[in-house]
C-alpha cells in the first residue's frame, strides 16, 4: 500500500526565506518539514491545509521577550508564566522566543532559569533560550531597571552563570563594570554575550568583542551614542561586522531613519528585530514591575516619569513597521524576524527557513499582517484575526 502523508499546506505565496514562490506548497512529516513543491505535486493522499491569499513563512523568532500575557517573567518567575507568555506571542506569529528576565535578585534570575529550563524539558518547543538583561550595567544607561538591582557582577554569579551548561542563555551586561577574563570566561561557558544598557567606549567594546561579545541589545537605546571623536557602543555596534544587533522597531523606541542607517552599516544578517515585549501583549494595557505601574500611552509604554519602559508591540509588527515605515524589502524585514535570530542562537541549521530538514516552524499572516495561523514543530494552531498593537 502506499504511504500516507501526514500533511500539506498552500498559500498564494511561500517565503522560504530567501525567495517568495508562488504556486508551491510544503509537504510536512511530523516536526519536520519534508519538502516544498509545485502545488501541482503535491500528493493527494493526505490532510491538506489550504490558507488561500495569505503568505507563508518561516516562523518569527524574538530574543527578547519580557512578558506576554498579562504577566512579566520578574514578577512571576515559573513555568506557567514562560509557557502563558509563549501562548500569547505565538497568537503573534511568534514561534520562538527566549523569555527574558530583567535585573533583579539573584533568587528571581535563578527561578526564572529553572522555569525556561523546566518548560523546554517539559516539550515547549517554542522556548529556544533564555535572555537575561542585567543586573550588571552601568548606573547611568540603565533606563526602566531598578536603581538598587544593579550591581557589578561578582564570583557567585559567574559560577552560577557558567553552570547553565544546558540551557541555551543570552546574557546582557556592561562590558566595562567586568574584570579581566570575565567575559572570556563566560563565552567559553556557551553564554551567547551581549553588550546592553552600557556607557562603554568605542574601544572597550573592541577589547570586548576580542573576548567573546556576541552582540548588542536593543541598538541605540541606553548605550553609549556615536559621536565623531568617540564613537561610543553605538559605533562600536555598527562597525562590529562580527556581531550582532537587535533592534526595536516599534514607532517609539527608534526612528526610522536610525533604523534605514543601521541596515545599510551594519554587515549583511547582522541586524535583528527584536520586541522587546511586555506584558500588554495579549494582556491588559497596564502592569506593575518593581511595585511601578507601566501603562500603554498613544502605543507606547510610559512608566510613571514618562519614560519608554518596554514596548507594546509583538515581533510581527516590528516586521510591518520595518517594512511600512522604515520602507526595506518584506524579505529582509521577515530575515530579520526569523533567519538572523536564529543564525545569532546558533540554530539556523534548524530555524529561519523553509527546507527539507528544518523543523516545521511556520507563520501565515495577510496583507494587514494579521496573523491567522501557525506551526511549532509542526503542530498547528487556528488564530482568531488579530489586530496590531500599534
Known amino acids: 500500500m502506499p504511504s500516507v502523508n501526514p500533511g500539506t499546506v498552500t498559500a498564494r505565496r511561500i517565503f522560504d526565506g530567501e525567495q517568495f514562490l508562488e504556486g508551491h506548497g510544503l509537504i510536512l512529516n511530523g516536526e519536520v518539514i519534508e519538502a516544498i513543491v509545485p502545488a501541482g505535486q503535491l500528493p493527494s493522499d493526505t490532510a491538506h491545509c489550504d490558507l488561500g491569499d495569505a503568505t507563508l513563512a518561516p516562523g518569527l523568532i524574538d530574543i527578547q521577550v519580557n512578558g506576554g500575557g498579562g ?3 520578574n514578577n512571576a518567575p ?3 508564566s514562560v509557557i ?3 501562548s500569547a506571542h505565538r497568537r503573534f506569529g511568534t514561534t520562538g522566543l527566549a523569555p527574558t528576565i530583567i535585573s533583579d535578585t539573584p533568587e528571581v534570575l535563578k527561578a526564572a532559569a529553572e522555569a525556561v529550563s523546566a518548560a ?10 533564555l535572555h537575561i538583561e542585567g543586573p550588571h550595567f552601568d548606573m547611568a544607561r540603565r533606563g526602566t531597571h531598578k536603581a538598587d538591582m544593579i550591581r557589578p557582577l561578582n564570583s557567585a554569579d559567574m559560577a552560577w552563570l557558567c553552570s547553565l551548561q544546558s540551557l541555551p542563555v543570552i546574557l546582557t551586561l556592561a562590558p566595562e563594570h567586568t574584570q579581566p577574563g570575565q567575559l572570556r570566561a563566560l563565552a567559553e561557558a ?4 551581549c553588550a546592553g544598557h552600557t556607557d562603554a567606549s568605542y574601544e572597550r567594546i573592541q577589547e570586548a568583542l576580542a573576548e567573546g561579545l556576541r552582540g548588542f541589545t536593543h541598538l541605540f537605546n541606553a548605550m553609549s551614542p556615536l559621536a565623531s571623536r568617540a564613537p561610543g557602543t553605538v559605533g562600536a555596534a555598527l562597525d562590529a561586522d562580527n556581531a550582532w544587533a537587535g533592534i526595536i522597531a516599534d514607532g517609539h523606541h527608534v526612528h526610522p531613519a536610525a533604523i534605514r542607517a543601521a541596515h545599510r552599516a551594519k554587515a549583511a544578517g547582522k541586524l535583528l528585530l527584536v520586541s522587546d515585549a511586555m ?6 494595557d497596564s502592569f506593575e514591575i518593581y511595585g511601578e505601574t507601566i501603562t500603554v ?5 510610559i512608566n510613571a516619569e514618562g519614560s519608554l519602559a518596554g514596548s507594546a508591540i509583538a515581533l510581527i509588527d516590528a516586521v510591518r513597521i520595518s517594512h511600512h515605515q522604515v520602507g526595506l524589502e518584506l524579505s529582509e524585514c521577515l530575515r530579520m524576524a526569523s533567519l538572523y535570530p536564529a543564525t545569532f542562537l546558533k540554530l539556523d541549521d534548524q530555524l529561519g527557513r523553509l527546507r527539507p530538514g528544518y523543523r516545521a516552524d511556520l507563520v501565515a499572516f495577510n496583507e494587514d499582517f494579521n496573523v491567522s495561523d501557525t506551526w511549532v514543530a509542526g503542530q498547528h494552531q487556528h488564530h482568531a484575526t488579530t489586530e496590531p498593537r500599534t
Open 120 to 129: 523546554r524539558d517539559g516539550g515547549a518547543a517554542e522556548v529556544l533560550a
Open 78 to 80: 515559573c513555568v506557567e
Open 71 to 73: 504577566v512579566m517573567l
Open 190 to 193: 556557551g553564554l551567547l554575550l
Open 279 to 284: 506584558a500588554t501583549v495579549d494582556g491588559p
Open 297 to 301: 500611552r498613544n502605543g507606547a509604554l
Open 84 to 86: 502563558r507568555m509563549a
